[in-house]
Structures are given as C-alpha cells and as structure tokens.
C-alpha cells in the first residue's frame, strides 16, 4: 500500500492548521512590546549660545529603544515608547565642553492601514508627543532644560513566527531645550533627532 498520499495529506493538514492558527493580522485587543537598537542623528545646526554667539554642537549617538502599544480596533492603537538614556557630546565653536545624558519617551496614535488583513506586512504610521529629558551635564553650571514637542514615525513589522515579527521604523521628533549656564539663559539647543531603529516585536 502506498503511504505517500496519506502523508502528503497529513502534512498539509498541519500545515494548514499552523498557518490558521499564525494569526498574522493585527486586530483589536493586541498587545505588543517592541525592542532594539536605534541610531540618533541630531539636525545639523544645533543653535548658537550667548554671550558670544558660539555655535553648538550635539554628537550623533545610538541605543537600545523600547515600546509597548495596545490596539483598540484593527487599525488604530496607542504607543508609549521611548529609549534609553544616552550620553551625547557637546562642543562650543568645536571645543569640547563635556557631555549630556538624554532620555526621551513618545506616546503616539498609529494607524495600521493593512490592520485585519492576513499579511505578514504589516506597516504603520504614528505621530504623538515626545517628552525629552536631559540631565548629566558635566559642565560646571550648565543646564539644558526639558522639552516638549510633537513627533512623528513610520515604521513596519513583518511577521516571522507565532506573535513574533521583526521591526524597523523611522522618527523624527521637533526637540529644542533652553540652555542655562549658572541660572541664566544663554540660548536654545535644537536637537530635532531623526532616529532610524531596528528590533523584534511581541504580540501577544
């Protein structure tokens, strides 16, 4: 007796159950966390500082990033993200004058146009608020205040197992922070990061 039409249909039988069961879509009720590393470059023209008008710089930098979202339907959910703190170089007209930490956090609406769908691509737009903290500051009375601003993603998740999908996404985040020295204003840091990230995330 040949058994190989019976394995045959065994195996498509399984496999058609693994493929049912590997829910591909996002869909309301989903949550998520999501996790990796991000590059962070800072807009090129970091401001001037008084009383001299020196020019300001911030280095590039990179980190591990973090999010966890909840989807209230198919299409349209919440993200809290955000990523660890990091240090970044500063230089005034080219000297080094230390460094600052920054630790910013996002809590963004994104829309998933491919939400319900069985596609293991599943793209998204965001946008939302960021709130940037900076502390750290190793020059002797210098102060770079926080900062609110609005920020703005997109990003992708393809599905690779049960829950499990790799992601990329890009941001950019409207960043500027007053800068005291010994309790006086003496300008404006404009950081403005476009942070291009890359990880896993978890449905669950």
Do not use: W
């Not at 008084?50 to 300001?56: F, G, I, Q």
């Not at 007209?93 to 769908?117: E, H, K, Q, W």
């Amino acid at each position: 007796m040949n058994k190989h039409p019976f394995l045959t249909a065994a195996l498509l039988t399984a496999g058609s159950l693994i493929t049912s069961q590997m829910a591909l879509a996002y869909s309301a009720g989903d949550i998520f966390v999501r996790g990796g590393i991000a590059q962070t470059d800072v807009t090129s023209n970091n401001g001037d500082l008084t009383p001299d008008n020196l020019r300001l710089g911030v280095s590039d930098e990179r980190g591990l990033y973090y999010g966890l979202g909840y989807l209230f339907t198919d299409k349209l959910g919440i993200e809290l993200s955000g990523q660890e703190k990091v240090e970044h170089d500063l230089t005034l007209a080219g000297g080094p004058i230390g460094s600052v930490d920054r630790m910013p956090v996002n809590l963004m609406v994104n829309y998933y146009p491919m939400g319900g769908m069985d596609s293991r691509v599943q793209p998204y737009v965001g946008a939302g608020l960021n709130y940037t903290r900076f502390s750290g500051e190793e020059l002797e009375g210098l102060d770079v205040r926080r900062s609110y601003g609005a920020i703005g993603q997109l990003g992708v998740d393809l599905a690779v197992a049960q829950g499990l999908m790799l992601n990329g996404f890009v941001s950019y985040a409207d960043v500027s922070a007053d800068v005291r020295l010994g309790g006086t204003d003496i300008g404006e840091a404009k950081i403005d990061p476009m942070t291009i990230g890359g990880g896993i995330s978890y449905r669950f």
